[in-house]
């Protein structure tokens, strides 16, 4: 038999440059991971696509746009634009909100606000930590706007397709990525 794990706030090892917090992750789990995400103002995930992986997105604090949806076009534009077939838009989602994530869907989510958001994000299978922590370590070592080619080779390599740029937001804060 083998033993669960209790958590208490504000434990789990912190992704520092990747502005998360991993909470369970492939040596407890081969089924998904799980991190609290602190998500600064003006930060923008970009929309993209995973090929095998499913995500949930539960926010615990502030507010985010949030996207996931198949668009009638993807315009190079910001995905904020976008619409689906059904008529969807994107949402802005608060306390309590959550986004599921099929793989294949493109999503997006990012902080329009002025402080910053968290988030409880969930990933199957396990192993999306080691994507975060080359991410990263990716935005903390260019000092400026990071390089967009860096960051689709990045997902490319993780089975993730870069549809719009990601935007880290203000500098002084962490970044999330998913």
């Known amino acids: 038999m083998t033993d669960g794990l209790v958590l208490p706030p504000g434990a789990g090892q912190r992704l520092q440059?990747?502005?998360m917090t991993l909470k369970v992750g492939t040596e407890?789990?081969?089924?998904?991971?799980?991190?609290?995400?602190?998500?600064?103002?003006?930060f923008d995930v970009g929309a993209h696509r995973h090929g095998a992986a499913e995500e949930i997105f539960y926010i615990l604090d502030?507010?985010?746009?949030?996207?996931?949806?198949?668009?009638?076009?993807?315009?190079?534009?910001?995905?904020?634009?976008?619409?689906?077939?059904?008529?969807?838009?994107?949402?802005r989602g608060g306390p309590g909100s959550l986004m599921f994530v099929p793989p294949g869907c493109p999503h997006a989510?990012?902080?329009?606000?002025?402080?910053p958001a968290r988030m409880l994000f969930v990933v199957a299978p396990s192993g999306h930590e080691h994507y975060l922590r080359e991410l990263g370590e990716l935005l903390a070592g260019g000092g400026g706007p990071p390089d967009q080619a860096q960051v689709a080779a990045l997902r490319a390599r993780h089975d993730i397709e870069q549809l719009t740029p990601l935007?880290?937001?203000?500098?002084?804060q962490p970044v999330a990525g998913g």
């Open 167 to 172: 935007v880290p937001g203000l500098p002084t």
């Open 109 to 115: 989510f990012a902080n329009p606000g002025s402080t």
């Open 28 to 42: 407890l789990s081969p089924s998904w991971s799980v991190f609290e995400a602190d998500v600064p103002p003006g």
């Open 17 to 19: 440059s990747a502005g």
């Open 62 to 91: 502030g507010e985010l746009d949030l996207l996931a949806f198949e668009p009638l076009a993807r315009t190079v534009g910001h995905w904020r634009r976008w619409e689906g077939r059904d008529g969807q838009k994107i949402a």
